[in-house]
Structures are given as C-alpha cells and as structure tokens.
Nanobody, 116 residues
C-alpha cells in the first residue's frame, strides 16, 4: 500500500521559512519521480517543484522564484521542500506526489499559513 505522509507545515510570519517533509512507503521510492503541489484557496492546483529519481534533475514553477528548493534522500525514502522567503500568498495546503508504476499517488497534505 502506497503511503505518502507530509509533515512540517504550520504558521509562519512573512519572510520566514519552513521545511516540509514527505515520508514515502509502499513503492520503489528510488525509482520514482517526486513532486510537491499546492492548493491555494480560489486557485487551481499548482505544481511547485519536481525532482527526478536520482535527485539530480529538478524543475520548478516560475512563480516560486527559486524560493523553494526540492531535495530527496533515497535512503530515508523522504522528499523535502525548503520554503524560504514565505509570503502570505503562499498560504495553502501542500501535497506530496509520487509518480510510480505509471500511476500518481498523493499525500493528505500539510497546511502552510503565512501571516503576521
């Protein structure tokens, strides 16, 4: 059974930082492309960043302005999203996504709230 468990969300002031983690199990993590998406109220589901199976290839949404580097630790079957320079408009639910065995899997999401 595939499981993706996000953690690390919370309330942070503008300009602050958070580190999201996604612990994966139930599939071959080291062979899978991993991504972070976000859902901001009133907007469409949005891709934040993607990382290839070896952790070398990364892609980012232009709108993130390089603030959210993605990384992974295949030994720990975990993917990370470092969130820097957070803005109120980054408030939303952040989801971990795995592309494995020609299927997509989703975590339950973690809430990020940026507010003073």
């Amino acid at each position: 059974q595939v499981q993706l468990v996000e953690s690390g969300g919370g309330l942070v002031q503008p300009g602050g930082s958070l580190r999201l983690s996604c612990l994966a199990s139930g599939f071959t993590f080291s062979s899978s492309t991993m991504s972070w998406f976000r859902h901001i109220p009133g907007k469409e589901h949005e891709l934040v960043a993607t990382i290839g199976s070896a952790g070398i290839s990364t892609t980012y949404a232009d709108s993130m302005e390089g603030r959210f580097p993605i990384s992974r630790d295949n030994a720990k079957t975990t993917v990370y999203l470092e969130m820097n320079g957070l803005k109120p408009e980054d408030t939303g639910v952040y989801f971990c996504n795995a592309y494995a065995g020609m299927r997509r899997y989703w975590g339950q999401g973690t809430q990020v709230t940026v507010s003073s």
